[in-house]
Every structure is written in structure tokens, then in C-alpha cells.
């Protein structure tokens, strides 16, 4: 049992390793995950199994200070819970789940976009700073992903509101994100897009004259008053020359 789990955390360890960057662990490791804690299982199993259970499973598990297994596996459910890989599976754990196969899906056809399009700058020495054709062309894509992105982040917290700590979707999936967005906003400058320049001058403009607007209703709303002050003062004198006159008669 103890050369099981060292071979399956052996395997673990390299595959999460090799996943790193760009960050594919939880897609990639979660079958030797299972593994790992299977074997671990089925130690801390034989405790109740067969008069040399306990004995077997102690000397594995609490017979030094160390106590080297139980470190291992505590490290394994760790990193697997920090990287928040139950929100990337299926209910059961035994394949990705919907929404990331399709997220997954969106992302790689987003990329292969970009690669498309960059296709004509591969020979260049220098990178190209005219990435119009990117922008364009990819448009559509970037948004499909980024919208799926949110809306998978309103319903992760919306099932998490009382877990803070796993508000976060699976560390697959946002760094998926996070590098299509870098690539799209710094690499390609494409954070605003053609179809949002005139509503963007509009809201411009707008601002702008604010000021005029304001100055010129205060203006018109400041002679209002003056009239409405004045027109007693005409109303008086109008009916005392009239008095007058009635006195005269």
C-alpha cells in the first residue's frame, strides 16, 4: 500500500508540474487525483478490515513525528481545493463538466483566431503594431468567450454566497481568461472595439456640453424669477394711480 501511493503521487506530482503554465491541471490531473486518493483510502480503510489493520494503518500513518503520508495527502487535497478543480467537474468527479468543456471549447477557437490572423506577421522580424485585422476578425469570438466567463462567474456565486472561499471558478478557467484578455487589451489593443467608438463619442459630447447646458437652464430660470418678481410691482402702482384717479373724481 505504500509503494501504491508513492507511485500514484509521483504521477500526480509531475502532472501537476508539467500543467503549471499555461494552467491546465485540474482538465489534465484529475484522474491521478482520484488515484492518489483512492490509495490513501484504502490505508486509512484498514483500520477496521483485519486484526493487523490498525497496526498497519498506524505504522503508515502516525508512527513518527514526520508522518510523511499523511503530509502528502494533506498536501494533494490542498492544492486541489485552492485550485477550486471541483468547479471544472461533473458532479461525480468523473469528467469536466458542461460549462467547461464548452468555455474550453470557446477559448481554443478564440486563440486559433488570433493565431489566424496573426498568420501574415509570422515572418516579420519585428512584431506588427497594427492589429486591426485581429480586432476585427476575432471580435466576435472574444466577446462569446467573455460573455460565457461572466455568466459562469453570476452563477458560481449565486450557488456560493455562503462559501467565500470558492467564489472563485476552477484556476483552469481563469487563466484561460485571464491570458485572452491580456492578449486581447495589451498585446492587440483591441479594449474597445469598432462597434463601441460612436456610442463612446456620444456619451463624450455629452459630458461636454453638461456645463452649457446647466449655465444656460440656471440663466433662463434666474429670469423667470426676475419677471415673476416684478410683475406685483406693476400690479401696485397700476392700482394706486387708480385710486388716485377715483379720489380726483
Same mark, same amino acid.
Not at 483485519?50 to 499523511?70: F, K, Y
Not at 467547461?100 to 496573426?118: R, V
Given at each position: 500500500?505504500l509503494?501504491?501511493?508513492?507511485?500514484s503521487s509521483a504521477?500526480?506530482?509531475?502532472?501537476?508540474?508539467? @500543467?503549471?503554465?499555461?494552467?491546465?491541471?485540474?482538465?489534465?490531473?484529475?484522474?491521478?487525483f482520484?488515484?492518489?486518493?483512492?490509495?490513501?483510502?484504502? &490505508?486509512?480503510?484498514?483500520?477496521?478490515?483485519?486484526?493487523?489493520?490498525?497496526?498497519?494503518?498506524?505504522?503508515?500513518?502516525?508512527?513518527?513525528?514526520m508522518? &510523511?503520508?499523511?503530509?502528502? @495527502?494533506?498536501?494533494?487535497?490542498?492544492?486541489?481545493?485552492?485550485?477550486?478543480?471541483?468547479?471544472?467537474?461533473?458532479?461525480?468527479?468523473e469528467? +469536466?463538466?458542461n460549462?467547461?468543456?464548452?468555455?474550453?471549447?470557446?477559448?481554443?477557437?478564440?486563440?486559433?483566431?488570433?493565431? #489566424?490572423? +496573426?498568420?501574415? #506577421?509570422?515572418?516579420?522580424?519585428?512584431p506588427?503594431?497594427?492589429?486591426?485585422?485581429?480586432?476585427?476578425?476575432?471580435?466576435? $469570438?472574444?466577446?462569446?468567450?467573455?460573455?460565457?466567463?461572466?455568466?459562469m462567474?453570476?452563477?458560481?456565486?449565486?450557488?456560493?454566497? $455562503?462559501?467565500?472561499?470558492?467564489m472563485?471558478l476552477c &484556476?483552469?478557467?481563469?487563466?484561460a481568461?485571464?491570458?485572452?484578455?491580456?492578449?486581447?487589451?495589451?498585446?492587440?489593443?483591441?479594449?474597445?472595439?469598432?462597434?463601441?467608438?460612436?456610442?463612446?463619442?456620444?456619451?463624450?459630447?455629452?459630458?461636454?456640453?453638461?456645463?452649457?447646458?446647466f449655465?444656460?437652464?440656471?440663466?433662463?430660470?434666474?429670469?423667470?424669477?426676475?419677471?415673476?418678481?416684478?410683475?406685483?410691482?406693476?400690479?401696485?402702482?397700476?392700482?394706486?394711480? $387708480?385710486? &388716485?384717479?377715483?379720489?380726483?373724481?
Amino acid at each position: 500500500m505504500l509503494m501504491d501511493f508513492a507511485n500514484s503521487s509521483a504521477e500526480l506530482i509531475g502532472c501537476l508540474v508539467r @500543467s503549471a503554465r499555461p494552467v491546465r491541471l485540474c482538465q489534465t490531473c484529475y484522474p491521478l487525483f482520484q488515484q492518489v486518493t483512492s490509495k490513501m483510502d484504502n &490505508i486509512s480503510r484498514t483500520f477496521g478490515n483485519s486484526s493487523e489493520g490498525p497496526s498497519c494503518a498506524r505504522s503508515l500513518l502516525m508512527a513518527d513525528r514526520m508522518q &510523511i503520508v499523511v503530509m502528502v @495527502s494533506e498536501f494533494f487535497n490542498s492544492t486541489w481545493k485552492e485550485a477550486n478543480c471541483a468547479n471544472c467537474l461533473s458532479n461525480n468527479s468523473e469528467g +469536466l463538466s458542461n460549462n467547461t468543456e464548452y468555455f474550453l471549447s470557446l477559448f481554443n477557437k478564440t486563440l486559433a483566431c488570433f493565431e #489566424h490572423n +496573426l498568420q501574415g #506577421h509570422t515572418y516579420s522580424l519585428l512584431p506588427p503594431k497594427n492589429y486591426s485585422e485581429v480586432c476585427k476578425n476575432c471580435n466576435d $469570438a472574444y466577446k462569446n468567450l467573455s460573455t460565457l466567463y461572466n455568466e459562469m462567474q453570476r452563477m458560481n456565486g449565486l450557488e456560493n454566497k $455562503a462559501e467565500p472561499g470558492m467564489m472563485h471558478l476552477c &484556476i483552469d478557467v481563469e487563466d484561460a481568461m485571464n491570458i485572452t484578455r491580456k492578449l486581447w487589451s495589451r498585446t492587440f489593443n483591441c479594449s474597445v472595439t469598432c462597434s463601441d467608438t460612436v456610442s463612446v463619442v456620444a456619451v463624450s459630447v455629452f459630458i461636454l456640453f453638461l456645463p452649457v447646458i446647466f449655465y444656460l437652464s440656471s440663466f433662463l430660470h434666474s429670469e423667470q424669477k426676475k419677471r415673476k418678481l416684478i410683475l406685483p410691482k406693476r400690479l401696485k402702482s397700476s392700482t394706486s394711480f $387708480a385710486n &388716485i384717479q377715483e379720489n380726483s373724481t
